[in-house]
């Protein structure tokens, strides 16, 4: 769940294609493999320890929903992978988790990538994890790095009985994609939330600060829209191309979940507007209080720049200068300097600076 | 008719699809079912309390329409979605209120989902209600959450029988579509009249109060948009696609929704490239008066500041300084001050800075 | 010719569609109907007293052009469009003068919306005024709600029996949206004119009203723009599409008007494009003045104000202060004032500053 | 050759088409026609005095090319056009020399406009020149305004027999069109130089000269790119569509020129970034210039105010001022006013204004 | 590898097309053709002295991969691609080193030009070399001008007889193109690294020279989309359509890079965002830092100010003084000294400027 903005692929660079190399961060936990078989009469979760124990799940009857933590143990996917069939540039693909959202079909089973989201709320951050989909007849194989995921629901439907454990492996695929999307719903949720105090604070009270975390969303908005972005393209392909693997019936289903990513993306392009707008607020708002100060100094500085003068004047030292023996001159060099003050005052007034 | 940038969808993520939840805004009103059922000569108004006594409305052979006040109510929803045959996703559509506008095509009926606007005078704002539409062959349904909407016209036509009575359900539909994309209309008459006065306001005496109703009426425009937008796409789809509840003679109809709504989406883009143009002459107003300001106290500084040295060399204290003895010492002092003074007003005059 | 940014539709919201309401401005003159009825021998030009007269027009041989002026007299329009069989929607549309330029085919007859466009002098302003074109098999229906138009040429034409006589209503048709079409031209090359002579005063003397001037123009472009860019739609369909009423000897014509009118927003985007770089220019000039006004300041405060200091230092009255006895005390105190100025003047030459 | 951004059309306005005006800058010199008929073995350059002379060049055997310096002479265009049997339309637009770069097809022949560009080395400025090129089956017709061109390179390889000599009037045009895009490189070297050599400037010393020159770079990529822009298509059109005129071998050339004019316009694009990224750079120097001279202000004003003060503080004329009267009264004055300077000094230093 | 916008076409402009004339920089060393001459069972690479050697590599059996390091090399490119039978104006573009990348389908073999890239550390540029590829049924041809690249893997592939010895001419291509587009991604990392290096420091310590960069690395994108983006355009249409020289097996590969590809463009778009974004926060920490600066010059003089008068009122050389003369007037100027600095720092810690 690494931050880069560009990924280290270490020596897989100058590699074969097909090169099973891991790019991306590591967990540290050690891979595991959950098996989850069904038909509308059974259901069975178990630990695969051993990848070339997968024959079974691959041909049927039950549908088997494979799901592997810890893509690091290049070993353990390609065994899965080789058990299962796979195209050595699936593998590959799976292993590198620095992938843009994608769509292949490779005639008897469908390669997606899509991106897990997770927001932590002490960085304020939008962490991204890539979850590798190998849609089949019989099973569905989901691959991940981290332990934790969104799928805990679609879990709890299938141990329930409910419709999904009625319907095929498209249809399993869906509900994982569509908790997916879903997911990401509450994280704009908590974003949204958090611009919109952003907002109050920025006109209540805008700091530098302010602006270090404007900027900080805008780019948390431009790594989310680049995971979301290719995720419509992969959705409409589901919805709208004729793959074998998809049923009319789920279709349907996709569809919606299409449009859920289409909302999605939406709200982040207005989030970004809006975005975009409250840094305009923020720099004009230091433009005004920047104009606010120079008035303060302006008028201070314009009104006791003449009086200083005139003390200035008396100050001097010819021996020949009336004024000072008046009787009232002191009383008239103050009454001159007030009236300058007051006429200064009313100037300013008049021009709407005070 | 909330106004959050992300509504909240509580326990609904992760659910099943299809799962009943409703999202969004709730009104304190209790659901509300009316039903009008018309044909050439019969016209009836009903309030429906039970949704099971629906089965007559769904096969005709007089045309109904079925309004829905208050979507909260999931078992109303269900109970009358069951009773006429709504897909689960239907449902689940309907009763979450913050969708984009779209349509989709189910065959047997037409889901369509709105966005119907209000404004809020009080606080300047936008409220959109979401409005579901189902086109069906012998009924319309319409679901709202709030009372009170804008389809009092379409009643009144269909009371007095009007055209509107000798036509199907499609021309019905037509009629609500067009109703709400009319209501845009209003709304933007008076958004642009305040526009306008904003824009007199900004040229006459822009204030810090001017940017923040600038930047106000931005995101107006920015949620505005998103609610019209879509619906192109919708009422295009309508115009173009061959859809079977759909007559060629209500689609000439639709293609004149079409147009206002596209009228509409010009009018937003137009309104939102004036509001950037009016940041842009408050931003430099702004930085007007800042100059206006420094000049000011320029010119006061560097007048007096020169003069003020010439007094407090006079001031000074030493026993020889020939011209404190002078017997016009002290007139020729106020004849260099004044001297300086002007040549530097003149100096300011050819600069053009007074 | 309103400049409302969006006109008011009164009573019309809400109304049934096809509902005659005129909307828009209105003229003060009568509603004026004018027909010339023409083929290759005859030329007839005449005042229609009585919209119930027009059947003659309708089939023919000859062609006629019904022009009417002042379409606000709803039931005059009424009557005509009923006489000649229009659909109600465009009769609907005819009086409602806020439209997008459209085309629409009804197979019998092609219905289009322009805007014709004037520039103001006095206030430098656009204004725009719809003209509905009707174009059928025998007759050219224009609709205008003012007096006074740009077809004054083509009625010329036709009166001194030019190749328009010899061809049919397409050809017509043709002829006045040419004459719209180069209207345009001309307004945009005083506009031109306008903003070149803006150019120039930008670079000599910027001022506030500049800055008005621009934000102006841009606001003529935005409106600009938004009648143009339809029409070109509009135009490319004429030129593209297999209209029955359309001979392929006019589509060459049409052609010519489409490359017109994308010739026309393409000088719309340069000047759009080159207002805004003189809206940089300009906020660049104020601040460059800015610091020109700030550099006097500063030379003038920071030469005087150490000056100053030291008349102020030989103006204490301290009882012992050795320099004030020296001989040559008041000459070295002037002579160390002088120093220190030209070190800095040196200083500030050193910096460019000067 | 003119610099307006929209040109006079001046009668032009209201005209019938195909009425020939000329609109545009005049050359002074007299129109002059050149034939250049060549085939394999032979090859003859020859003026034309008299454009009825034309119709041995329309039928062929021998390929011609016939140019046209200076189109200001409508006679003879007339008289040229008229024996060639072009289209009224044609004829109209060769004499407009402001036309957008297009390409019509009239079955006998292609007619094709482009802009060829000049750059006007002492004011830095492109100029256009409108090229017609009208290509039939036996004859290429090229018009220009002005003598001097870029064909000089495709005149020579005419005379000295090389495959041009072999190969039809579709080569000959495509060899004219890829000696104007040719041209487009040289004068983008050109311009490219400067901007360069602008770039370097803006960061060792920029002036307010230096944004005047961005705004005029500016500007003239925006001509630049109205006169490309179009070209694309026409030359796209060229490659892709089946004009009977066009051989499948010449195709491949054109796809050649296809590719340059793309080239030009990334290139057109990248300057036009580059210069966006310049004026931001300019601005920001222009605000960090202004930061350099307030601190020399701020720095000089804050330490010797609190100086001036403490001298005029001991410039009173209390009678009872104990300090006055101290034998190190004096000193101990300058002692805590260079105290109070070191402090401020300090002060800055660590604020990092020093 | 020059950095220069334009590269000089020297005596290039205005030739005839196919005219063989080398364009961009040049390498120092001599021109070296390497064969690398492959299949199942051998293996053999070799250096190609005479070009006219080169027919038993066109024919087969064995593939071919023929290596030019040194275009510049006019007669030799010219006899290599004669003997190969390859079309003059291929043998132009091969020559012309600042094409856009680009895809020619000529039946016989496919060309294909790309841009290789590498960055300098030193300057922190990143510099292009053109790289063409000739895709025949036999033979690969590729032609660099500077020796070294980024196929050394390949070669390594090829020697220990790997995946790549078993297939065709179309996976080599691939392997080459792969090999240049995942040395893309290693220079990103290393950009991307910097980036995010400058990021922090624009945060911690903003200076001119981080505007430089900024601009420095705006500019790189520039140019880097300006490499990449045409090359999208080129893989898609050799995973797309149907050349026949691909096979459907290699096209599995080439869509693996087309995929890496637009992962290349979305990444530098999301840098020239974030860069664009960097730019925002420059400008506004310098204005901050300026009002930093304001506030404490405004803080300063508007303290001193007033004091500095009073004691300019008390230096006034008036006979009748009363103040003067009194017992506690020096303390009492003291305490009104005094006190006015303190209302002054409590007024501006209420604004908060303190």
Same mark, same amino acid.
């Given at each position: 769940?690494?931050?880069?903005?560009?990924?280290?692929?270490?020596?897989?660079?100058?590699?074969?294609?097909?090169?099973?190399?891991?790019?991306?961060?590591?967990?540290?936990?050690?891979?595991?493999?959950?098996?989850?078989?069904?038909?509308?009469?059974?259901?069975?979760?178990?630990?695969?320890?051993?990848?070339?124990?997968?024959?079974?799940?691959?041909?049927?009857?039950?549908?088997?929903?494979?799901?592997?933590?810890?893509?690091?143990?290049?070993?353990?996917?390609?065994?899965?992978?080789?058990?299962?069939?796979?195209?050595?540039?699936?593998?590959?693909?799976?292993?590198?988790?620095?992938?843009?959202?994608?769509?292949?079909?490779?005639?008897?089973?469908?390669?997606?990538?899509?991106?897990?989201?997770?927001?932590?709320?002490?960085?304020?951050?939008?962490?991204?994890?890539?979850?590798?989909?190998? !849609?089949?007849?019989?099973? $569905?194989?989901?691959?991940?790095? +981290?332990?934790? #995921?969104?799928? @805990?629901?679609? %879990?709890?439907? *299938?141990?329930?009985?409910?419709?999904?454990?009625?319907?095929?492996?498209?249809?399993?695929?869906?509900?994982?994609?569509?908790?997916?999307?879903?997911?990401?719903?509450?994280?704009?949720?908590?974003?949204?939330?958090?611009?919109?105090?952003?907002?109050?604070?920025?006109?209540?009270?805008?700091?530098?600060?302010?602006?270090?975390?404007?900027?900080?969303?805008?780019?948390?908005?431009?790594?989310?829209?680049?995971?979301?972005?290719?995720?419509?393209?992969?959705?409409?392909?589901?919805?709208?191309?004729?793959?074998?693997?998809?049923?009319?019936?789920?279709? !349907?289903?996709?569809?919606? $979940?299409?449009?859920?990513?289409? +909302?999605?993306? #939406?709200?982040? @392009?207005?989030? %970004?507007?809006? *975005?975009?707008?409250?840094?305009?607020?923020?720099?004009?708002?230091?433009?005004?209080?920047?104009?606010?100060?120079?008035?303060?100094?302006?008028?201070?500085?314009?009104?006791?720049?003449?009086?200083?003068?005139?003390?200035?004047?008396?100050?001097?030292?010819?021996?020949?200068?009336?004024?000072?023996?008046?009787?009232?001159?002191?009383?008239?060099?103050?009454?001159?300097?007030?009236?300058?003050?007051?006429?200064?005052?009313?100037?300013?007034?008049?021009?709407?600076?005070?």
């Amino acid at each position: 769940m690494s931050r880069k903005l560009v990924k280290k692929r270490g020596k897989k660079v100058g590699a074969a294609p097909g090169t099973l190399v891991h790019v991306g961060d590591k967990s540290e936990a050690a891979a595991h493999i959950r098996v989850i078989a069904y038909d509308q009469e059974h259901f069975q979760d178990q630990r695969l320890a051993e990848p070339a124990a997968c024959p079974p799940f691959k041909t049927g009857p039950r549908i088997s929903w494979i799901n592997v933590d810890g893509v690091h143990e290049v070993a353990k996917v390609e065994a899965l992978g080789g058990c299962l069939g796979l195209h050595p540039l699936v593998m590959e693909d799976i292993l590198n988790t620095d992938q843009r959202p994608k769509i292949e079909d490779y005639d008897d089973y469908l390669y997606i990538v899509i991106k897990m989201l997770r927001y932590e709320e002490q960085r304020h951050e939008i962490r991204a994890e890539q979850v590798s989909l190998v !849609l089949g007849r019989h099973f $569905v194989l989901s691959f991940q790095e +981290h332990p934790g #995921d969104v799928f @805990e629901g679609v %879990r709890e439907r *299938l141990r329930h009985g409910r419709r999904i454990r009625f319907l095929g492996t498209d249809y399993l695929a869906y509900a994982l994609l569509d908790a997916v999307v879903d997911n990401y719903f509450s994280l704009l949720e908590n974003i949204g939330d958090q611009v919109e105090k952003l907002e109050e604070e920025l006109i209540a009270n805008p700091s530098p600060d302010t602006l270090a975390r404007i900027h900080h969303f805008k780019r948390e908005m431009l790594l989310l829209r680049k995971s979301v972005w290719p995720l419509r393209e992969v959705l409409g392909s589901l919805t709208r191309e004729e793959h074998a693997l998809i049923s009319a019936e789920t279709r !349907l289903f996709l569809r919606d $979940v299409h449009d859920h990513c289409i +909302h999605v993306l #939406d709200t982040v @392009e207005t989030l %970004r507007d809006l *975005l975009a707008g409250m840094l305009d607020i923020y720099l004009s708002s230091v433009s005004n209080r920047m104009n606010e100060i120079m008035k303060v100094l302006t008028i201070m500085a314009t009104i006791f720049i003449p009086l200083t003068f005139i003390a200035g004047v008396y100050g001097m030292n010819f021996t020949h200068m009336p004024e000072l023996n008046w009787r009232y001159g002191y009383a008239g060099a103050w009454l001159v300097m007030i009236a300058v003050a007051f006429g200064l005052l009313l100037f300013f007034r008049r021009k709407k600076w005070l």
